[in-house]
Every structure is written in structure tokens, then in C-alpha cells.
């Protein structure tokens, strides 16, 4: 009974509070802007580094588009059939915005 | 004890196929990424033989809902996309009413209540409540919103 | 069985029209019979707060509405410590009454809906 949560704000305050009301197995699916965290070196991508209870899966588009390599995390990356996917596979969607 | 198992794996893999009741909600306009990914995802959705029990337009999101904004030539037009989208799988897509009014988004009714010049309401949308969020929710497997950027 | 909705409020009340918005999807909920509960979190918790005085922005009071939810069927109102802590608010300034929730009572929380509804 694991929920979805999608991102996609690069403002750090959607992905902290998400991180905190997450579930152990819960999903984070990075999308928009939001994937700016898997940028080596910042922030982000440390307090994403700080918990490992989570799947962390990107939206391709997203990652190609800005360019962002993300060889350091274990991460899904997902087309739309995917991502589609995904929202049938876990129990619920927590859309944040 | 193997095969319990193995039928019991094969259920799981027959559930994730199974096709899925979604309602989706459009929360930001037509010129935020979030309203053209929420338009990828949703024929994504049909693709996979999943159904759409209804796209609620509310917050900025009923400024996809309107028929007169212009974008240029070399620019995707998400606003339109979507309108043919509804169309051509003749979709159930409702725009809450209050949220439209406040951001100028008529239909024939509301402007001649209101006596504006015109309604702007896309065809194949219709104004309602919010009641038919929660409705549209009894209905559904899922619900996703697609907001902000 | 009636499908069961959380709605999670995160926008400060007088940052637009956000909050006021995800406030009506509420009321409507209460207004069909349908279960629904509200988790305040983040800047949502301002909504909650003492005091207020929207008239000063020329805006429409929220208070009105939150309080009127009981009457609505929906009484299911929770914050997140956490977020009042963190904006340094104590639970007595609080205007209108909400269950508290540490970090663990929010993770359980949102596991026991079918439907979440983040504003």
C-alpha cells in the first residue's frame, strides 16, 4: 500500500517535505524541474543521498532536456508507458505542486 | 509450494494489467510544463487501454479550457492539444465553474448571465462543481494532478 | 464503500487564491456527504493561525469557511507539528482546533486514504 509521489518543483521545499512524510518502500518520481536535484553536488542531491527507504525513478524528457547525468543515484528512468505504469503499480499518487 | 507461488506471482503480473479508472486534475495553465506533461500522460493512459473517467480543470488549469488564446506559430499550442484530445476520445472533461468565472472562462450561459461579450468555453468542456472532482473520485482507481511547473 | 480523500493543504493563506481553493474542494466534499480529512502542512499550517486580519489585502477570510467545516460533515482537521515548529507557531495560536501529528502519525496518515489530493 505504497504511494507515488511525484515532483516537480526545483525549490528545495516540496522534496524536503516529501522526504519527511514518505513511507518505507514509498515511490519519488522526479519530473520538471524537480529533476535539477540529481545534479552532483547540490543540495538537493544530498538530502536525496540523506534516506535510502525510498525508489527514486526521473521522467527521461526531463533528464535529456537539462542534460543532467545521474550515474551517481540508483534510479529508474521512465518514459511516459512507464510513468504510466508506475501510478498503476503503487497504491496511490501524491501529486506535489 | 513452488506452484502457489508461481500462480500467486502470475495474479500479481494479471493485477498490474489490469485496466485502471484515473481521473486527472489540470491545475496550471497551458503555457506550464505540467499542463503538456498531464496531456502526455493521459494518452499515455489510453494507450495502455486504461480509462479516463474524467479530467477536472480547476486553479489555473481552466485557461486550458478557454478557445480564444493565440500562441505562435512556433510554438506548441498545449491549450489546443488538449481540446482535440477531448474531442477525438470524446473525454469527459469538466471545469469548475467558480474557478472559471474568476479567470474569465464563460460559457454562452455564464455570459449572458454575467452579460459578458461572448462565451470562450472550449467545445466538448463543460462547466460545473466541484462535486464532480469528489464524483468523478468515488469512480476511480487513481487520481492524479498535474500542477505548478 | 465510499472512497476515502485526503486533502493536503500546503499553501499559506494569503500567498493567492491556492488556499482558499483546496478549502472549497473540502467544503464541496462535505457538501456531497463524502469522508474526507485535511492534513495542514507546511505553509498550509498558516491558514490555521489567530488573529488574522485578511481585510488589511482586501481579501476574503478564510476562517469563516474552516470553521464552518464541522458543520460540513468534515471534522477530520490534522497539522503537522513538524511544520509549526519549523515556522515557529505553537498549537496555542492556533484558531482553529487540529490534531496534532509528529513525523511517524503523518506517514501513517497518508497511507489510509484511496485518494490524496495535494493543494
Known sequence: MTTLHILNSGIGSQLQSCLRVLSDGDGILLCGEAVQALRTGSQAAQLLMTQNNYRLYALQEDLEARAIDASQFVLTVVDYPAFVALTVEYARVNSWI | ?149 | MAKSVLLMSRQAPWAGIAAAEALDIALAAGAFDLPLSILFLDDGVYQLLEQQQPKMLEQKDLAANLQALPMFGIEQLYVSKYSLSERGVTPDQLAVPAKLLDEVQVQELLRQFDHLVTL
Open chain 2, 1 to 149: 509450494m513452488g506452484d502457489a507461488l508461481a500462480n500467486l506471482l502470475n495474479f500479481e503480473k494479471f493485477i498490474l494489467m489490469v485496466a485502471m479508472r484515473f481521473v486527472i486534475s489540470v491545475l496550471s495553465s497551458s503555457t506550464s510544463p505540467a499542463t503538456r506533461r498531464a496531456l502526455r500522460f493521459a494518452q499515455a493512459l489510453l494507450a495502455q487501454k486504461h480509462e479516463i473517467v474524467r479530467v477536472f480543470f480547476y486553479q489555473d488549469g481552466v485557461l486550458s479550457a478557454a478557445n480564444n488564446l493565440v500562441v505562435a506559430q512556433d510554438q506548441e499550442d498545449i491549450a489546443r492539444q488538449w481540446q482535440d484530445f477531448i474531442r477525438a476520445y470524446d473525454i469527459d472533461a469538466v471545469v469548475c465553474i467558480a474557478a472559471a468565472l474568476r479567470r474569465g472562462v464563460l460559457d454562452h450561459v455564464e455570459a449572458t448571465r454575467y452579460q459578458r461579450q461572448g462565451g470562450n468555453l472550449a467545445e466538448g468542456y463543460q462547466l460545473s462543481g466541484l462535486g464532480q472532482l469528489h464524483d468523478a473520485l468515488q469512480r476511480a482507481d487513481r487520481h492524479i494532478s498535474f500542477g505548478g511547473a
